[in-house]
């Protein structure tokens, strides 16, 4: 089966159906070859979504330094903000504001995306503009309206002053602290950061009391309205850039002020498709990471799911389909150490 016909299904040219089998069926196959899911019961192991690992390897020992970083305010220029200020642990990985809030009270222009699950995301940021995780990490501390340290010299002063955390790392990383082995240690901890055993997971790998009827149905419309072609992943999304507004224009809609954050994509290619092209965002523990889209205009996930249908698939869905759509999405809620996620925000 060429390559060319499995793409065309996606962009709903017509095939017959013998057609449209092969290339499932050639698609099963490569998926089965190249990426097997282990993790699933069998009858869902070819499902777009799967379940999220209960850990990948680490090395503990730069988890540990990973996590003190991670906590530590001394990465901000006046030791006020550290990474769980915009992405605590206890509230879903995010701040639950629609604009993060940094050093001096200054906020950004973009709504802050989860670390849980980030691990899997194939590129960091809406615009994608980190390859990695530990990409990612450079960015906040020297960001001006979040962290706004002058340069990494800067923070590594801060820390080199403390003997105790010195050494420690030291013996991880013998050339101490420089931005290299902050960002690894960084991102070693951050690939800790994964939240299995939803009860959706629990259902793909083979409990089939682990949801009710409604988020049942919930699922299946998430599947009939594909939503689970952009949501993908044991994320559920961070696999592909997609356009904000493929069946109306959202940000006519919107009727605000157009803003930089708004090009998506656009920002790191200035290639005119990558306008509010996104990065999808993953919908593990959605229901306490509120509010919602870069623009953090969705205050409710009963509103999101509306305006995904309406944007993405142009449909209008009724109350009961929101509703059971919601429901599919608190299943979508994991467990970290061992403890189901709760949002100290009390966010629902
Ligand atoms: C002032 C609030 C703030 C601080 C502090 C902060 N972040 Fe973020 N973080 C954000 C915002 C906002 C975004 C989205 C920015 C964008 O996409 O352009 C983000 C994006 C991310 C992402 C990408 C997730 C994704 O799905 O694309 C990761 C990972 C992350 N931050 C980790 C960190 C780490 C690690 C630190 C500390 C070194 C940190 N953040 C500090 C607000 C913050
Ligand atoms: C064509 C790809 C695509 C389809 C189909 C799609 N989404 Fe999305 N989804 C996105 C993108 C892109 C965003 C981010 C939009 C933004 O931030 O401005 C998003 C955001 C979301 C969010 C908010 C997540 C957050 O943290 O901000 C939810 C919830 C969501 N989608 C659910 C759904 C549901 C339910 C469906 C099916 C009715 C669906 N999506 C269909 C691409 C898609």
Redesign the pocket.
Known sequence: MPMVKYYLIHWGASLSDTEKQMALNWAKEQRAAFYPNLLADAKWNNETIRPIQNSVAVDVRKVILGNLL?HDVR?SSDNT?S?S???GLNTGGVDNKQY???VGGQF?G????S?YN?HY?FV????GRAAT?AD??AG??LNPV??ASTSFDEICEKLNADADFSKAFKEVYPDGFNQANITDA?QEF?RTLLTPNSRFDKYLKGDETAMTADELAGYDLFKKYNCATCHVGENMG?QSYELLGIKHDYFADRGTELTIEDNGRFKETKNERDRHRF?V??LRNVALTAPYFHDGTQATLDETVKAMAKYEIGVDLNDQEVKQLVAFLHTLTGEYQGKLLVNDNDVH
């Open positions: 991670f990465l903000v990474c200020s915009c992405h993060s809030e940094g950004g973009v709504n802050a995306p670390v980030a995301n960091q940021f809406w615009d995780l990612q990490a906040p501390p979040e962290m960084i951050e961070g990065k965002p993953g």
